[in-house]
């Protein structure tokens, strides 16, 4: 299907596991985005990609690890998931960075 | 920190009135765009503007930019139920390939 699919919809880990979110695009956009939205802060950047190997950090990429070996792919690897990632985090793509962005339904991250 | 700033954070209007959102931004931009959020959904696009642009109107939506007062705001007329979502402002620096996205207002409209 066409698109931008997340994967998992919804996750629950310990404190201290690594876990990763999926995010994958079926239209060949150049920019994919990672965003974390909580109450009362919106959506925050996380990570972006300008294009396959390139990665540059976002307003809050203390935490995250993001790779991106093939332009569909852009998934998010939380190293050591602390509690205060709680969060619904979206991934997203266009064309170009400023562009009109594409994004998924969102992955809802607990942390227990 | 975040770059816009929609005002108010919730309005709740009756069906068949007009809704006005705003958004102030802080620094020069290059476009300005806004998107609606459906309770637990992903956000969809709605209608971007240049900043050589001052309106633009897409169905019954219409956007203002004003850029000597780093602001816009989002229009929609005869609301429907279907309407009630969060709209959120984002907006492109210039010279940043990045969208930057602000609070969001919540829109209610009550039947």
């Known amino acids: 299907d066409a698109g931008i699919t997340q994967s998992p919809r919804y996750k629950i880990t310990e404190t201290g596991r690594q876990v990763t979110l999926m995010c994958h695009q079926t239209w060949s956009h150049s920019y994919m985005f990672w965003y974390r939205q909580d109450l009362g802060h919106g959506l925050r950047l996380i990570y972006y990609s300008a294009a396959a190997d390139i990665t540059d950090k976002g307003e809050v990429p203390d935490g995250y690890v993001v790779s991106r070996s093939k332009t569909e792919n852009f998934p998010l690897t939380l190293e050591s998931a602390t509690r205060s990632q709680t969060s619904v985090y979206f991934c997203?793509?266009?064309?170009?960075?400023?562009?009109?962005?594409?994004f998924g339904q969102g992955t809802r991250l607990t942390v227990v | 920190s975040q770059q816009g700033e929609e005002d108010p954070q919730a309005l709740s209007i009756q069906e068949g009135e007009n809704a006005t959102m705003n958004c102030s931004y802080k620094t020069s931009i290059n476009n300005l765009q806004w998107y609606r959020q459906n309770s637990g959904r992903g956000l969809v696009h709605l209608i971007l503007?240049?900043?050589?642009?001052r309106e633009k109107h897409s169905g019954r939506l219409r956007v203002t930019l004003d850029t000597s007062k780093k602001s816009s705001s989002l229009l929609i007329t005869a609301s429907r139920a279907a309407d009630t979502a969060s709209y959120f402002c984002?907006?492109?620096?210039?010279?940043?390939?990045?969208?930057?996205f602000g609070q969001g207002t919540r829109l209610t409209i009550n039947p």
């Open positions: 984002a907006t492109e620096r210039e010279g940043a390939q990045k969208l930057v």
């Open positions: 503007i240049r900043s050589n642009e």
């Open positions: 997203a793509s266009s064309e170009q960075g400023g562009t009109e962005a594409f």
